[in-house]
C-alpha cells in the first residue's frame, strides 16, 4: 500500500496535518514514537488560537478541557521598571483570554481528533530510515517495517528528525540559548501567576504562569547561553515542591536551509526553532501543518504543481521566521519595550 502521506510526530504540527489531509479524502499515517500522554512544554497561547481550533474540529474538546486561561501578561521588561499589565484586548463579547493549555491533554486532544478524521496511528512506532529511490524519498523504515508513500512531512519537533537523517543545512540566528524550565506544586496562593510574569533582569528573563489548578510552570533564560543548571529555581517558587525535575532545551535560534521538495516538508519545530520568548511555537505548529496539508490537497487535485507547492511553503515559512527574529532582536537589543507574547 502506498501511503498519499506519512506524518512522523503526533504533536501539534504532526496532527494539525493528519486532520486536515484526511479530511480532503488523502490517506495519511501518522507514526509516534511516544505512547500518550506524554510530556511537552509550551503551554502558553494567544487567544489568537481560537480560530485555529475550531478550523481542526476541536473548540470544544478544548472548552470541556478546561483549561487555565489569562487576560494577559504582567511584564517586567526595562531594569526597574514597574510591573505592566499587557491585556490581550476586548470585543463585545468581554475581554480576550488566552490559554494555559496543558500539553499532554491538548495533543492527546489532537490525536483523538486524527484518528476521528480516519487518519491511520501507529504508536508507539519510531521513524528509523527514509526509504529513497534515487534521489526521491519514498517511503520509511518504522519500528512497524517498511511504508511507501507519497510524501513525507516531518514533525518530530526539535529532535529534527529528517533533517539530521538528510544531513541538510541549519542557518543559525543567535549564539547558542539554553532554556531551563520546570513546574512545581503551588498548593497556596496559585492565583498570583493566574496572569503570568514575565521579568528581565541583568542576565536573562524568567517567566512564571499557573498552568493548571494546583501547579505552576517557570522558563529561564540566560544572554549568556549559559545553563543556569539542574537546581535553579526562581526565588518567588523556592518554597514550593518540585514536580518534576527541571530540564534544559536547547532553544538557540534556527532554520533548515531546505523547508520542503517536491517530497517532502518539515513542520513545526522540525524546520524552525525559536527561544520561547518569540511565544508561539505551538501556533507556527498548527499552522505549518495546516498549511502544508493545503498545499498536499492542492497538488493531487492539480491545483498546484509539487515544486509550487514546496516553494510557496518555504517562502511563507521563511517569511515568518525572519519576522519573528527582528522581533526578537529589537527585543533584547531594547528597541521593544516588552516581549512578543503574543
Ligand atoms: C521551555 C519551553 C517553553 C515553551 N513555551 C511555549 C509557550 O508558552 N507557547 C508556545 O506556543 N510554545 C512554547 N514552546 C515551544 C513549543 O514547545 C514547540 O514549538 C511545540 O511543541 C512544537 O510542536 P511540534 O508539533 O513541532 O513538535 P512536538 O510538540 O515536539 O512534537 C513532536 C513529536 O514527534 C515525536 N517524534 C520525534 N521523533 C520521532 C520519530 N523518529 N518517529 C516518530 N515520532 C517521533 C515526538 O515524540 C513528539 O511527540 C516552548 C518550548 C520550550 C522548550
Request: hydrophobic fraction near 40%; proline fraction near 5%.
Amino acid at each position: 500500500m502506498v501511503y498519499d502521506a506519512i506524518i512522523i510526530g503526533a504533536g501539534p504540527a504532526g496532527c494539525a496535518a493528519a486532520i486536515i489531509l484526511a479530511r480532503s479524502g488523502l490517506n495519511a499515517l501518522l507514526l509516534e514514537t511516544s505512547a500518550f500522554p506524554r510530556h511537552r512544554p509550551g503551554e502558553s497561547l494567544h487567544p489568537g488560537v481560537e480560530p485555529i481550533f475550531a478550523a481542526l474540529g476541536i473548540a470544544s474538546a478544548v472548552k470541556t478541557a478546561g483549561f487555565v486561561r489569562h487576560i494577559g501578561h504582567r511584564i517586567v521588561w526595562s531594569l526597574n521598571a514597574p510591573e505592566q499589565l499587557e491585556r490581550f484586548g476586548s470585543d463585545d463579547q468581554g475581554e480576550w483570554k488566552g490559554y494555559q493549555a496543558w500539553r499532554p491533554e491538548l495533543d492527546q486532544i489532537l490525536l483523538q481528533q486524527a484518528q476521528a478524521q480516519g487518519v491511520t496511528v501507529w504508536q508507539p512506532c519510531q521513524a528509523r530510515a527514509p526509504i529513497f529511490n534515487g534521489n526521491q524519498l519514498i517511503g520509511l523504515d518504522t519500528d512497524w517495517g517498511n511504508i511507501q508513500t507519497r510524501y513525507v512531512l516531518d514533525a518530530s519537533g526539535r529532535s529534527q528528525w529528517l533533517l539530521r537523517k538528510l544531513g541538510l543545512n541549519t542557518l543559525k540566528y543567535s549564539p547558542q540559548l539554553i532554556v531551563r524550565y520546570g513546574y512545581v506544586h503551588c498548593f497556596q496562593g496559585p492565583s498570583i501567576f493566574d496572569i503570568p510574569l514575565m521579568q528581565r533582569d541583568i542576565t536573562g528573563w524568567t517567566w512564571l504562569a499557573r498552568v493548571r489548578q494546583e501547579r505552576c510552570a517557570w522558563v529561564r533564560m540566560q544572554f549568556d547561553g549559559i545553563d543556569p543548571g539542574r537546581n535553579w529555581r526562581p526565588p518567588q517558587l523556592k518554597d514550593w515542591v518540585e514536580f518534576c525535575p527541571s530540564k534544559g532545551e536547547n532553544m538557540t535560534w534556527r532554520i533548515s536551509e531546505t523547508l520542503a521538495t517536491e517530497s517532502w516538508f518539515l513542520m513545526g519545530d522540525a524546520a524552525v526553532v525559536l527561544d520561547p520568548a518569540s511565544s508561539h511555537g505551538v501556533l507556527r505548529a498548527l499552522m505549518s501543518g495546516m498549511q502544508v496539508a493545503h498545499l498536499i490537497t492542492s497538488t493531487f487535485r492539480g491545483n498546484i504543481s509539487k515544486a509550487g507547492a514546496a516553494g510557496l511553503y518555504s517562502r511563507w515559512l521563511r517569511e515568518w521566521f525572519y519576522h519573528d527574529i527582528t522581533r526578537l532582536r529589537e527585543l533584547y537589543s531594547g528597541k521593544s519595550r516588552e516581549p512578543a507574547l503574543s
